[in-house]
């Protein structure tokens, strides 16, 4: 009789227990997945010129994006980058892709967004640096700069402009866009020709480069004076910058830690398992993405500072 007791007495306990449980659940609501959150998950990119409101393969990237991410995806075409910044920046879309001028733009603008990739080119560069080109000995040093004629981009040329006046400023060497030895040239091209003419002394070029600064020789504008018929030997390389990486995916940093995660392996597995969404997404450099982080744009941010914010 004692052991029927005891065994009717655990029985009532579990019970209660179960109950309780179940009063629990009924109280306290289920916490709701990410997903449920967001609603929607919008990827906000630029249009390309002449483009309108649409992207090549649209119904193939949002596939390929709503399957990575388990829930419904929607993307919003934007006119310009100004646009899509202020998209992210006010919440309406958590996700965007930009060049490296603009993701530094956002980031000054609300503090509210991170990389999460950036693509690399066949070679393994991953941005550009700018170079200091000087044909025959005619420019010395970078110290002698002021009295000799340097040939320079317009003034909106990121590699052949704004980047070389950039980095000299952060190691402390100011220059100011109108000084009289900089020769403004027309074009990236036209500034080449003026070295290759004899009508400047140096260049400010570009060059690309790997994650370890190392120089990639398949392109910039050595691999360009060459092309043009003036010999390796009479080129040398007087100052290089910081690398400027290619421009990132980025996603507001208050995302899930899940959904950034499921984003980072789907976009660093695109190029090897699905190439052809890859090449729908990145057309410009074709070696797949990599992981990004806030401190590969400092270049980037030091652009946007010294020119206020205009690209």
Not at 124 to 143: E, F, K, N, Q
Request: hydrophobic share 45%; glycine share 10%; aromatic share 6%.
């Amino acid at each position: 009789m004692a052991r029927r007791g005891r065994t009717a007495a655990r029985q009532a306990v579990k019970m209660c227990a179960a109950a309780l449980a179940a009063f629990g659940a009924a109280a306290w609501p289920a916490r709701a997945d990410w997903r449920d959150d967001i609603g929607t998950f919008r990827i906000g990119i630029v249009a390309e010129p002449g483009g309108g409101n649409t992207i090549p393969g649209l119904a193939r990237l949002t596939e390929a994006y709503a399957n990575a991410l388990g829930m419904k995806v929607e993307f919003v075409v934007a006119r310009d980058y100004a646009a899509l910044i202020e998209a992210q920046a006010s919440g309406r879309v958590q996700y965007a892709v930009y060049s490296a001028l603009a993701y530094a733009t956002a980031s000054e603008r609300c503090g509210c967004v991170e990389p999460l990739v950036a693509p690399v080119d066949a070679d393994g560069a991953v941005g550009i640096r700018s170079v200091l080109v000087t044909r025959d000995g005619r420019l010395p040093d970078l110290a002698a700069m002021a009295s000799h004629r340097i040939a320079i981009a317009p003034a909106d040329n990121v590699g052949g402009a704004l980047l070389p006046l950039a980095a000299l400023s952060a190691e402390g060497i100011r220059i100011a866009r109108d000084s009289p030895f900089l020769a403004r040239a027309a074009s990236a091209t036209a500034a080449e020709t003026m070295l290759a003419g004899g009508e400047a002394d140096a260049l400010f070029g570009w060059e690309p480069a790997a994650a370890d600064g190392q120089p990639s020789h398949s392109d910039g504008t050595v691999a360009r004076l060459e092309a043009a018929g003036i010999a390796e030997a009479s080129l040398r390389v007087l100052w290089t910058s910081s690398l400027l990486r290619y421009g990132p995916h980025a996603v507001r940093s208050d995302l899930d830690p899940e959904a950034k995660r499921r984003l980072t392996v789907f976009l660093s597995n695109l190029k090897s398992q699905t190439p052809d969404v890859y090449d729908l997404l990145e057309r410009a450099h074709s070696g797949g993405f990599t992981p990004a982080l806030p401190k590969d744009y400092a270049m980037a941010l030091a652009i946007v500072r010294l020119t206020g914010g205009k690209e």
